[in-house]
């Protein structure tokens, strides 16, 4: 994934609350805030792609 497109992802309302649940589950799991750019790069690795295809109103927007 490009710089751009994680850059397209987190201008994304929804992507941020997204991630904001996924900061939530890992810093219980890891018994401490593990912080917004930890998660946020955790998220985009694993569940980006993933997110794109189910979302493909977002992928025409940015010409993909």
């Known amino acids: 994934m490009t710089e ?3 850059n397209t992802l987190l201008s994304n309302k929804e ?3 997204e991630i904001n649940r996924h900061k939530w589950i890992e ?3 890891a018994g401490c ?3 917004f750019e930890r998660a946020a790069e955790d998220w ?3 569940f ?3 997110w794109l295809r189910r979302h ?3 992928r025409k ?3 993909r």
């Open 33 to 35: 805030d593990i912080g």
């Open 44 to 46: 985009l690795n694993r």
């Open 61 to 63: 927007r940015n010409g």
């Open 27 to 29: 810093s219980e799991k």
């Open 4 to 6: 751009q497109e994680k």
């Open 15 to 17: 992507v941020v609350e």
């Open 56 to 58: 493909p109103i977002l």
């Open 48 to 50: 980006a792609r993933e």
